[in-house]
């Protein structure tokens, strides 16, 4: 059974920081561009970051550049999203997912991905 499960989500306060993972199996993990995506109340689903297959190609949304590092552990089948200087406006559940083609390219556009994770919480306080 294809499968990504999220973790590492939680309540933190603005300034504070959070680390994502998301675990794979049931494909082979190292093949998949993977992305993170978020999903705050009464917004749509935006693609935050990206890493390719290999790791050597990422992509940021300008409102978490300089502040989130994506990184990939092929040999575990693992993927992370370290999170610092945490503000409210990142409150959102958080959702890992693959994309839908084998070495396809990096991108952030939801439609590119068809596998998803079930998400996590995370939650920022002022």
């Known amino acids: 059974e294809v499968q990504l499960v999220e973790s590492g989500g939680g309540l933190v306060q603005a300034g504070g920081s959070l680390r994502l993972s998301c675990a794979a199996s049931g494909f082979t993990f190292a093949d998949y561009a993977i992305g993170w995506f978020r999903q705050a109340p009464g917004k749509e689903r935006e693609g935050v970051s990206c890493?390719?297959?290999?790791?050597?190609?990422?992509h940021y949304a300008d409102s978490v550049k300089g502040r989130f590092a994506i990184s990939r552990d092929n040999w575990k089948n693992t993927m992370y999203l370290q999170m610092n200087s945490l503000s409210p406006e990142d409150t959102a559940v958080y959702y890992c997912?693959?994309?839908?083609?084998?070495?396809?390219?990096?991108?952030?556009?939801?439609?590119?991905?068809?596998?998803w994770g079930q998400g996590t919480q995370v939650t920022v306080s002022s």
């Open positions: 890493i390719s297959s290999s790791g050597g190609t990422i």
């Open positions: 997912a693959a994309h839908k083609r084998r070495y396809g390219g990096t991108s952030r556009q939801r439609d590119d991905y068809d596998t």
